[in-house]
């Protein structure tokens, strides 16, 4: 639950593999006072995505439905003050392998943020069908597969050279299909 979500917070508050709950705690703390957003409604919450066991959570009796919709507003407060101190870019990638949890979170923050400096980037599968609907600040871009010379130009670009043998140029297109993103991983 919330995979991409946690993956952005952990980067926001520079939380690293090593960090253990006290080091976690202590990051997220220092950045909600930053962010000048109230610890007490917020920190408990984020602490619960970040799997920390001392997160105060407990103490506060609640449903399932009520601790989400409070994670959601912790999340949501979190990017909106964010936004009031720089421009927030946020790119989620492969969005047709998001979890419930997370694109729940996305389409709360999409109804909140008009107005806001929040700059959102997804990336997606056109087969992936989104639920928050049309919004007059949502734009869609379709990539197409690139031709077999757009192909070979990015090949040259990438491997810096423009010769290279005729059985790796068909077998890069054989390979790659045009896809950008595979390209890029030579």
Same mark, same amino acid.
């Given at each position: 639950? =919330?995979?991409?979500?946690?993956?952005?917070?952990?980067?926001?508050?520079?939380?690293?593999? @090593?960090?253990?709950?006290?080091?976690? @705690? !202590?990051?997220?703390?220092?950045?909600?006072?930053?962010?000048?957003?109230?610890?007490?409604?917020?920190?408990?919450?984020?602490?619960? %995505?970040?799997?920390?066991?001392?997160?105060?959570?407990? @103490?506060?009796?609640?449903?399932?439905?009520?601790?989400?919709?409070?994670?959601?507003?912790?999340?949501?407060?979190?990017?909106?003050?964010?936004?009031?101190?720089?421009?927030?870019?946020?790119? =989620?990638?492969?969005?047709?392998?998001?979890?419930?949890?997370?694109?729940?979170?996305?389409?709360?923050? %999409?109804?909140?943020?008009?107005?806001?400096?929040?700059?959102?980037? /997804?990336? =997606?599968?056109?087969?992936?069908?989104?639920?928050?609907?049309?919004?007059?600040?949502?734009?869609?871009?379709? %990539?197409?597969?690139?031709?077999?010379? !757009?192909?070979?130009?990015?090949?040259?670009?990438?491997?810096?050279? !423009?010769?290279?043998?005729? !059985?790796?140029?068909?077998?890069?297109?054989?390979?790659?299909?045009?896809?950008? /993103?595979?390209?890029?991983?030579?």
């Amino acid at each position: 639950m =919330y995979h991409p979500v946690i993956d952005i917070m952990k980067a926001n508050f520079d939380i690293i593999a @090593k960090d253990g709950e006290l080091e976690i @705690k !202590e990051k997220v703390k220092k950045g909600l006072e930053i962010l000048e957003t109230d610890e007490t409604s917020t920190l408990p919450y984020l602490l619960e %995505l970040l799997s920390v066991k001392d997160r105060g959570i407990d @103490k506060t009796p609640s449903s399932p439905e009520a601790r989400k919709d409070r994670i959601l507003g912790a999340l949501k407060r979190i990017v909106l003050h964010g936004s009031e101190i720089r421009p927030l870019i946020m790119a =989620y990638e492969n969005l047709h392998w998001i979890d419930r949890s997370s694109e729940e979170h996305l389409k709360d923050l %999409l109804d909140n943020i008009s107005g806001a400096k929040v700059f959102l980037i /997804f990336t =997606y599968r056109p087969e992936f069908v989104h639920t928050w609907g049309g919004k007059s600040y949502h734009n869609h871009v379709n %990539l197409n597969r690139l031709s077999n010379r !757009e192909t070979l130009i990015m090949v040259s670009h990438l491997l810096g050279t !423009e010769e290279f043998d005729k !059985e790796i140029e068909q077998l890069v297109l054989e390979k790659t299909e045009g896809i950008p /993103f595979l390209l890029s991983s030579l």
